[in-house]
Structures are given as structure tokens and as C-alpha cells.
């Protein structure tokens, strides 16, 4: 099933490039829809999928929905090259469990007013432009791995205060973010399709299919972003892009932020800033001027309400079923643990003792990786039983594995046989509850190798772990 979910997404991201460089260059409408939301992507060059909890990703590609927990709220503002058009966002993220979370975002442009004369010779004042975007979205996942979403827009413009146009759209996005979030990967496309007609004419609105990779790592306490961008515009004959990074302090609430980014043929560095206390975040970004206008600032302000943290962030994944997902952010659980232990297996007919040892091992590490379990170690197991002069390497049946558990102390006894049967390799394993004498769950299955074995003892203890 996972191989299958993995061949969809890069299946998807193969289609991407193809279906952009089959689209030419051509006039569009509503350039105002490919503007970056968030101060905090827009200072990092464009990237934004590798940003966690982020409703700025959530409305560049709504697959990011789904690895979203909490409720959240920004609002961004800023100038365009003209230092007169007026910019707008706000994007708010709805948690709902494990049906995954819905977006909802306005993007606005305005474009000034300008004084204008009738043929009487009377002046009045005149927007020229005057757009917006309202758009709801949801995601969520597929699996541990894989997050998919999608939002319908309705697109809206009016020029000169006399002509107006509207259009319906949709976004839709894929995205694999690793068992800890830290690797990134994604694609998505921006207004599928749509067009406005003003009067006669009809434009299209500015497809964008686009990918993204990121990857976050600790550099001592601090926590360090880098990612890349690549976009293909339905309007261009050539790719745009950018790379950025962000270094955030954990001794400190504040976080630095520089990329770079290409768009038209044109590059610009950008630059940025951000304060988070206590799950309300303040946002700068900067853009030097150019040859083509005014330097860019924007600014954001985001508001979380809910999980922040990876550890928070993790409980939401329990709670949602991703419990690998859960374990790998660093879920805690925080009742009273069982002690368990796993016995030496017993062994025969072509699997030696080295090799059920190293079978016991690999059950041991995987029931390790148990919030709930406390596991006793092979040296304290060998130790006591040899003490008390137990046969601790024949010890197969419930009778034998619950007298071993109550000179360990243990609540449960994982008991172990590695055989070979006929042509193949047979492996059973037994749970009993020390307290009742009842056998808790058995497990028994074949390889045709000793190798086989080991997996399947790894894939045990791991459903064990996860409380499958």
C-alpha cells in the first residue's frame, strides 16, 4: 500500500513538468493571483511547503492543509512596485481532526485612484483597478506520508470602476513530508482554469503548476529551514524559481530569513525577519528596488491557536491515527508503562542461536520504540533468570513464559520460536499477560529464508509498538 501511495506522488510530479512546458506563453488575466502571500515565504524566495503550520502554505498549494494542526490566522500587507497599489491578505486554517483541516483566504489588489477629467474639464478621483480572491480549501493525508488538497476560488475584478469580470478556479496540490516533517516535497497547480471577460474579450486567468523541495535541521538547539522553488506560469516561456533559508533561534524568539528568487528574467534578493512569543508571530520581508520600481515590504501577522510545537504537534497526529507520524515528531506518552520483556527464542532445524538472538534483538528495539511499553533489558533478563537457575533458553510455553515474568517483574512475556519447517523458515511469537496466564496475541508466519525472518519479527514488534 505505501509503495503504491509513493508511486502516485512522483507519478504526479512527473506529470507536472510535461503538462507545464505543454502550455505556451500567452496573454493572462488577474496578475495580482500570483503574488506570494506571507512575508515569511516572500523573504525566503518563494518557499513555503517546507514551513510548518504556515496558512501562507496552505494558499500557495493546500496539500500543506493537511500536515496542518491548530487553528491559525495571518494577515499580510504590502506595496507594489509603484509604492501606490495596495496589497491584501488573510488566511485562516481550521483544524478538523482526522478529516484534516479547511482554509479559507482573500487575496486583494487595489490599484490607487488617479485624477482623471471628464470633457467638461472635471476632475474626479478614479480606481483603476480593483480585484480580489476568495478561496476555500481543504486537505489532508494520505497515509503517514503523503498529503493532498485542493480549494476552489472565485476571482473578481473591476477596472476603472465601470468594467467588471469574475471567474470560478481551482488550486489542487500534492505533498510528502517525512515521518518527522523535516524532508519536504511537493507539487501543485494555481488556477486550473477560469477566465474574465470584461466586455467582449476574455483572458485567461495565470495557470502556475509548481514544485518545491525543503529540508530542516537542528544546528545545536537552533532549528535551520532551506528550500527551493520552481514555477512554471501558463504566460511565460521559461521557468521561474527561488531558494531561501531561515535560521530560528531557540534561545531566542526570533528567526532570520534571505533568498533569492528569478521571476521574468529578472532576480532579486530578499531578506527578512520574524518575532514569535507565545504563538503570535510578526513577519518582515524585503526587497531591494530594482530597475522596474520602489524597494517591496511586507509585513505579517499570524496567531496560533493551537499546537506550535513538534511535541504538541505530535499528540494532534495521535489523535489522528498517524501514530508513526506521532512517535517520529516525538509523541510522549504520559501513563503508566508496562514492564514487558522479550525471553530468548527457542531455536532449531537450520537457524542457529546467533540468528534467533539477533531476532530476539530486533523485537526488543522495535517494542523499544513503545511510548507505553517499558522494556527489561536482555542483560537484566539473562541475569536474573540465570540467578534463579531458570532454563532461559527453552521456554515456549505460557506456563514457562509467566513463571519467567514474575521473577523479571514483568507484566507481559514476549516468548519466541525460530524453526525450520520442511523448506521453510517458521516464526512464531507469543504475548501472555504474566497477572491472568492468557495469552494477550500470537503471531506466526514463514520465509524461505532466515533473513525473511528477521523482517517479519521487525514488522511484529513494530505493530506491537504502534498498538496495532
Avoid at 479547511?102 to 482623471?116: R, V
Avoid at 494532534?316 to 508496562?338: S, V
Avoid at 495469552?439 to 524461505?448: I, K, L, N, R, V
Wanted: neutral net charge; proline residues 3%.
Amino acid at each position: 500500500m505505501r509503495q503504491n501511495k509513493y508511486l502516485a506522488l512522483f507519478s504526479t510530479l512527473l506529470l507536472f513538468p510535461a503538462l507545464s512546458f505543454a502550455s505556451g506563453a500567452g496573454t493572462t488575466s488577474a496578475p495580482f493571483l500570483r503574488e506570494q502571500p506571507t512575508a515569511r515565504g516572500f523573504s525566503m524566495g518563494g518557499v513555503y511547503l517546507p514551513l510548518i503550520n504556515d496558512p501562507g502554505a496552505a494558499y500557495i498549494n493546500p496539500a500543506a492543509l493537511g500536515d496542518m494542526t491548530g487553528d491559525h490566522i495571518e494577515l499580510s500587507a504590502w506595496k507594489g512596485l509603484d509604492a501606490i497599489s495596495q496589497y491584501s491578505f488573510a488566511g485562516i486554517v481550521l483544524n478538523a481532526g482526522r478529516a484534516g483541516s479547511f482554509g479559507i483566504n482573500y487575496l486583494g489588489y487595489d490599484s490607487g485612484s488617479e485624477e482623471i477629467y471628464d470633457l467638461n474639464g472635471n476632475p474626479s478621483d478614479i480606481t483603476l483597478e480593483k480585484d480580489y480572491a476568495v478561496s476555500a480549501g481543504w486537505g489532508r493525508n494520505l497515509g503517514e506520508e503523503l498529503f493532498f488538497g485542493g480549494q476552489a476560488k472565485s476571482v473578481n475584478s473591476k477596472l476603472a470602476e465601470t468594467y467588471s469580470a469574475n471567474a470560478v478556479t481551482f488550486d489542487a496540490g500534492i505533498m510528502y513530508k517525512s515521518l518527522d516533517d523535516n524532508f519536504t516535497l511537493g507539487a501543485g497547480v494555481q488556477n486550473i482554469n477560469g477566465s474574465l471577460k470584461y466586455k467582449t474579450a476574455a483572458d485567461p486567468l495565470p495557470r502556475v503548476i509548481r514544485g518545491e523541495a525543503g529540508y530542516r535541521f537542528q544546528v545545536g538547539q537552533d532549528r535551520f529551514t532551506i528550500g527551493m522553488t520552481a514555477e512554471k506560469p501558463s504566460d511565460a516561456a521559461s521557468l521561474n524559481g527561488g531558494a531561501g533559508a531561515e535560521y530560528a533561534f531557540t534561545a531566542l524568539p526570533l528567526a532570520v530569513r534571505a533568498g533569492i528568487t528569478r521571476f521574468n528574467d529578472a532576480t532579486s534578493l530578499t531578506t527578512g525577519i520574524g518575532v514569535n512569543i507565545k504563538g503570535i508571530s510578526l513577519d518582515y520581508g524585503f526587497q531591494p528596488a530594482g530597475d522596474l520600481g520602489e524597494a517591496i515590504q511586507r509585513f505579517s501577522l499570524c496567531v496560533n491557536f493551537g499546537s506550535s510545537d513538534d511535541a504538541s504537534r505530535a499528540l494532534i497526529f495521535k489523535q489522528r491515527g498517524l501514530k508513526r507520524k506521532a512517535l517520529a515528531m516525538g509523541y510522549k506518552y504520559k501513563g503508566p508503562r508496562i514492564p514487558v520483556s522479550v525471553l530468548q527464542p527457542e531455536t532449531g532445524g537450520g537457524v542457529t542461536a546467533e540468528q534467533g538472538a539477533a531476532i530476539a534483538d530486533a523485537i526488543r528495539s522495535g517494542l523499544g520504540k513503545s511510548p507505553r511499553l517499558q522494556l527489561i533489558a536482555r542483560e537484566e533478563t539473562e541475569q536474573v533468570l540465570k540467578e534463579q537457575r531458570f532454563q532461559y533458553s527453552v521456554c515456549a510455553s505460557s506456563d514457562c513464559a509467566v513463571e519467567a515474568g514474575k521473577l523479571l517483574g514483568a507484566r507481559k512475556i514476549f516468548s519466541i520460536s525460530a524453526l525450520k519447517v520442511g523448506n521453510e523458515y517458521s516464526l512464531t511469537i507469543k504475548a501472555v499477560d504474566v497477572e491472568t496466564g492468557a495469552q494477550d496475541y500470537a503471531f506466526t508466519g514463514t520465509a524461505s529464508t532466515v533473513d525473511g525472518l528477521y523482517k517479519l519479527a521487525v514488522k511484529f514488534a513494530d505493530r506491537v509498538a504502534l498498538g496495532e
